[in-house]
């Protein structure tokens, strides 16, 4: 079993990653608190990040790189800019050809940091092992969803439930391959 | 305040409460076991039964009428067959009108069953005070959505979260009118 592909991602209680243009504002009041909702074991236990070319852009825009050294791999040509401290690899292809490039470099667990459109590849693709959805006591009524469309079978095996005091709860589960019930 | 409406349904975690036709085979695994996911409570609970016209000949198909004598309202005209025990009336007009009739009928809380068309219409109209999602590991891929459409603004409040053995896990929020975050 080559090491997991996680993808570690908050949704709103409808569906959504994003607003209708891509922002995360609506996640700024869990966001710098006491509570890091998971986030320091995830990082404790990856080799590297996943991610598509608009969101490595999106977090160049707010800021410093919050990733520190850990191996980046985004799947996309090689942009103008690139954080100066920051191991950033750009993999030309599809996901299962980033997928290849960062276990190879990494053999570690990988963090599918997102967007919508690389997760759902890659959800689609049969490329994630394991979900831990961060989902969060909002209702947008609009935006990017994670989930949509057809996914390959497959079976959730429940890995983990936490709460937290702002209403916030981490699901965790494995995705095994395999035959999935279906609503026919 | 008048006695709550409340929307408890099961969700796959992709967001679907029936499969492209309507089915909810896929919820079979779940049902009839030692765990009721909290179905006793609110029956505890509720005064009566709010339900689309689908929904209802839905239940009329599976066999022998569920709700007992539990006052129950069905948006739309009278159909050629009712159940013979129960107590079931048929409400013209929309959502709101069904509520009125209920409402002045019980007086108690209600328990909003389905389908997706009147669960959406009545979140999108602000008439679900409750949710309770027993949200089911499994990902349909496809299939009817529960959450659909633009949410009038409101706050969820978390009012609990409960796990079963099976991997389900019952998440319940008070809907507050007034500003909600919002993705733009």
Known sequence: MPPPIILYIAMSLDGYIAGPDGSVTWLGPYEGGD?????GCL?????????????????????PWPYGS????????????????????FVAGGPA????AARERTGR???LVGGARLAQSMLAAGLVD???????????????????????????T??????YRSGLVLLRYRIERGPQPTGA
């Open 35 to 39: 509570e890091d909702y998971g986030y």
């Open 43 to 63: 990082l404790a236990r990856i080799g590297g990040l996943l991610m598509g070319r608009c969101t490595y852009e999106q977090v160049l825009g707010l800021g």
């Open 70 to 89: 850990l191996p980046t791999f985004v799947l996309g040509s090689r942009p103008l800019r690139a954080p100066d401290k920051a191991d950033v690899s």
């Open 97 to 100: 050809d980033l997928v290849r």
């Open 109 to 111: 667990p990988l963090w």
């Open 130 to 156: 394991e979900l831990e959805l961060a989902l969060v006591p909002v209702l947008l009524g609009g935006g990017i969803r994670l989930f949509d469309g057809p996914l390959p079978p497959g079976t959730l």
């Open 158 to 163: 429940p890995a983990g439930v936490r709460t």
